[in-house]
């Protein structure tokens, strides 16, 4: 009846909460059953006596889900590996999930993530307008406070800033540093783990403090395309 009423899966799934409890079957079957009608399906009867009993399964694409949730930097070959029962082609449409900067996210952001990834943009960007911390960046200590490089005990007080989750399009990490060793790496094979740690070494020392910096002060201008884009993944 709900999907008679052209709800998105998402919005299909909340009704069933809040009407059944968190209890209900999961998102991705939602969206498998979203599927199967769209599909012509008609009946909630089990239809495998027609053919070959279906291999994906409530507790397959949980287990799944939990692969994702544990690593998102999971290959799909790797997801392959782990459930050999089900093709490449469909862990994306099981899973509900995405890659983006190598990293696994849900195909569709809910009201609720693309909500946070506006507020916490607001919050880091005005913020920042007022005063700049991201230029408090402490490069060389022992350029800055030449008195504490030598200095038994030195306590380095950290501050963890709000991220949305779901949001590698937001972590420096992820589209400044994981992207240029992606294209910098691109081709290349190592024969040996040492052959590879080496092959790091060398991409790290040619990289300057400079190269660091310009990931991070790219910051202000993606938490502002975030807001203007209402949330939606940069792309």
Same mark, same amino acid.
């Given at each position: 009846?709900?999907?008679?009423?052209?709800? =998105?899966?998402?919005?299909? $799934?909340?009704?069933?909460?809040?009407?059944?409890?968190?209890?209900?079957? *999961?998102?991705?079957?939602?969206?498998?059953?979203?599927?199967?009608?769209?599909?012509?399906? $008609?009946?909630?009867? #089990?239809?495998?006596?027609?053919?070959?009993?279906?291999?994906?399964? #409530?507790?397959?694409?949980?287990?799944?889900?939990?692969?994702?949730?544990?690593?998102?930097?999971?290959? %799909?070959?790797?997801?392959?590996? %782990?459930?050999?029962?089900?093709?490449?082609?469909?862990?994306?449409?099981?899973?509900?999930?995405?890659? =983006?900067?190598?990293?696994?996210?849900? $195909?569709?952001?809910?009201?609720?993530?693309?909500?946070?990834?506006?507020?916490?943009?607001?919050?880091?960007?005005?913020?920042? =307008?007022?005063?700049?911390?991201?230029?408090?960046?402490?490069?060389?200590? *022992?350029?800055?406070?030449?008195?504490?490089?030598?200095?038994?005990?030195?306590?380095? $007080?950290?501050?963890?800033?709000?991220?949305?989750?779901?949001?590698?399009?937001?972590?420096?990490?992820?589209?400044?540093?994981? %992207?240029?060793?992606?294209? #910098?790496?691109?081709?290349?094979?190592?024969?040996?783990?040492?052959?590879?740690?080496?092959?790091? *070494?060398?991409?790290?020392?040619?990289?300057?403090?400079?190269?660091?910096?310009?990931?991070?002060?790219?910051?202000? *201008?993606?938490?502002?395309?975030?807001?203007?884009?209402?949330?939606?993944? %940069?792309?």
């Amino acid at each position: 009846f709900i999907f008679a009423q052209d709800f =998105k899966s998402v919005d299909i $799934h909340k009704q069933l909460v809040s009407v059944y409890g968190e209890n209900v079957m *999961s998102k991705s079957m939602v969206r498998r059953w979203v599927r199967e009608f769209k599909a012509g399906r $008609h009946s909630l009867e #089990d239809e495998s006596r027609r053919g070959r009993p279906s291999l994906i399964t #409530d507790k397959l694409t949980t287990k799944i889900e939990n692969a994702i949730r544990n690593d998102r930097r999971l290959t %799909l070959d790797e997801l392959h590996n %782990l459930f050999p029962e089900i093709s490449r082609s469909l862990i994306h449409e099981i899973a509900g999930y995405k890659k =983006k900067l190598d990293v696994w996210v849900p $195909h569709e952001l809910t009201q609720k993530n693309l909500m946070d990834r506006i507020s916490i943009c607001e919050s880091l960007l005005n913020r920042n =307008k007022i005063n700049p911390f991201l230029k408090r960046m402490i490069t060389a200590i *022992s350029q800055k406070r030449p008195a504490l490089a030598n200095r038994r005990g030195i306590v380095f $007080h950290w501050e963890v800033l709000m991220h949305p989750p779901y949001s590698p399009d937001l972590a420096p990490s992820d589209y400044h540093l994981f %992207l240029s060793m992606t294209n #910098d790496f691109a081709g290349e094979k190592f024969a040996s783990r040492e052959a590879c740690e080496n092959r790091l *070494s060398q991409f790290f020392a040619n990289r300057d403090e400079g190269f660091y910096e310009r990931g991070i002060m790219e910051l202000p *201008s993606k938490w502002q395309q975030v807001i203007e884009q209402n949330g939606a993944y %940069l792309t």
